[in-house]
């Protein structure tokens, strides 16, 4: 039974302007149908972004992940770089309809995300791969924060918590510098 080589306790969001864009065994609780902390009249489309190849072994516990947020007018663009394995199959045992899956020939990251983009209806897209794991308070944290700030752009960056491929935590937190405060 083979875990997730990462765990993510975030992802990326970018803000430009008016338009945005941005730049995974079964610990998981049960799907969440809970509400946001508080309701918001600001309620964008999040489009999220998944990359996978030969990702049989994990992807239901990140897909689950995703599902289990707390924020939940998203989207999950999956865009299968080519698998060879069985993530194809794990994908179709989903039943929801916010899951988009693409088959693609196998080209690479780099190509396979420019073409889940090409996917997304969303006001927001943040990248998840198909082996990390994100919090369920994610996704409505990064839009709480897209809410506060003013700027006209606008990067959200959060830490990483590692862990070994058997799920075992490191107790490590990867911290982003916050260069937005310095002078």
């Known amino acids: 039974n083979q875990k997730h080589p990462n765990a993510l306790d975030g992802s990326l969001l970018i803000s430009f302007g008016n338009k945005y864009t941005a730049g995974q065994d079964s610990k998981l609780p049960p799907p969440t149908q809970q509400a946001d902390p508080a309701p918001r009249e600001f309620s964008p489309l999040v489009s999220v972004l998944m990359c996978a190849w030969n990702a049989g072994p994990y992807i239901a516990e990140t897909m689950q992940s995703i599902i289990n947020q707390t924020y939940q007018n998203f989207e999950l663009i999956i865009a299968d770089d080519g698998s060879t394995d069985n993530t194809r199959g794990v994908i179709a045992t ?3 309809s916010r899951i988009k899956y693409h088959y693609k020939e196998h080209s690479g990251l780099a190509d396979s995300r420019n073409f ?34 003013t700027d006209d752009s606008l990067v959200v960056y959060p830490h990483l918590e590692l862990m070994r491929p058997n799920g075992e935590k490191l107790g490590q937190v990867w911290a982003y510098r916050d260069y937005s405060r310095e002078e």
């Open 116 to 149: 889940a983009r090409t996917k997304a209806k969303g006001d927001f897209l943040v990248i998840v791969d198909s082996d990390d794991l994100i919090a369920p308070s994610l996704l409505a944290k990064e839009i709480q924060i897209f809410e506060e700030n």
């Open 94 to 96: 989903f039943n929801d």
